[in-house]
């Protein structure tokens, strides 16, 4: 199971969206960061540009807390409020999120690390897409 230590750092991403809802292909571009707060806990930075179809580039971002259990990671939104968890190894899903009307899964692959993947898939009346983030040093 990876740990808190080798999180740390920035990584660079990718990540393809496929908005099936929208009828349009996305790539977002940029990195993350994971900055120490506390002894058991991550800030989880991202920040980059994403683009969908032909449209405008635009900068975007998001921070989660990343909470390290003894047998899992437990990720939060910048609030604090729960958002979902996971175990850091191999192959896991984890935790399902419901937003409303619309449901959230997520898949990691942690096989080549220190390559990884997380890989959303997204439903409901609002919303409807597949998104795939690959992470490298």
């Known amino acids: ?20 809802h929208g009828h ?3 790539l977002f ?11 058991d806990q991550l800030d989880y930075i991202e920040e ?3 683009q969908f ?11 989660y807390q990343w909470h390290f259990m003894d ?3 437990e990720v939060r939104f910048e609030n ?20 409303g009307d619309d449901h959230y899964t997520v898949r990691y692959d942690f096989k080549n690390w ?5 890989t959303w898939q997204v439903t409901g009346p609002r919303k409807d897409y597949t998104s795939i983030t690959q992470y490298r040093r």
């Open 53 to 63: 179809g032909s449209g405008p580039v635009l900068t975007a971002n998001r921070r």
């Open 80 to 99: 604090g409020d729960a958002f979902h968890s996971f175990v850091a190894a191999g192959q896991a899903d984890g935790t399902e999120h419901p937003c």
């Open 29 to 39: 571009q940029g990195r993350a960061i994971f900055h120490e707060n506390g002894p």
């Open 71 to 73: 047998t899992h990671i």
């Open 1 to 20: 199971m990876q740990t808190r230590a080798d999180f740390l750092g920035v990584w660079q991403l990718n990540r393809h969206i496929d908005d099936r």
């Open 24 to 26: 349009q292909q996305g």
């Open 114 to 118: 220190p390559q990884w993947q997380a």
């Open 48 to 50: 980059g540009q994403i």
